[in-house]
């Protein structure tokens, strides 16, 4: 079945960094787009960023424009989220998805900036 497992998370201070990595496995990732949504506390899930199959594609939520960056790794089955210059704003639980006949969720991975 598809399992998608996100790591990374943590408490980082405003301006800086992490890393956050979606490990897929049950389906033929190479074949999917992958997403980074994220869900602050008392609002929606919204989307972060999408990657096309071969990666060649990326799309960003103009929140995130310019400080976030998201790539794969087909060979590993792995998807990533680099964010620099974080701000307190980017708060939240961050999920790993994709869609096939419904939508695919890991557990997610909290991120917490604050000084």
């Known amino acids: 079945q598809v399992q998608l497992v996100e790591s990374g998370g943590g408490l980082v201070q405003p301006g800086g960094s992490l890393r956050l990595s979606c490990a897929a496995s049950g389906f033929t990732f190479s074949t999917y787009v992958m997403r980074w949504y994220r869900q602050a506390p008392g609002k929606e899930r919204e989307l972060v960023a999408h990657i096309s199959s071969a990666g060649y594609i990326r799309n960003y939520a103009d929140s995130v424009k310019g400080r976030f960056a998201i790539s794969r790794d087909n060979a590993k089955n792995t998807v990533f989220l680099e964010m620099n210059t974080l701000k307190p704003e980017d708060t939240g639980i961050y999920y790993c998805?994709?869609?096939?006949?419904?939508?695919?969720w890991g557990q997610g991975t909290q991120v917490v900036v604050s000084s």
């Open positions: 998805n994709t869609r096939g006949s419904v939508d695919f």
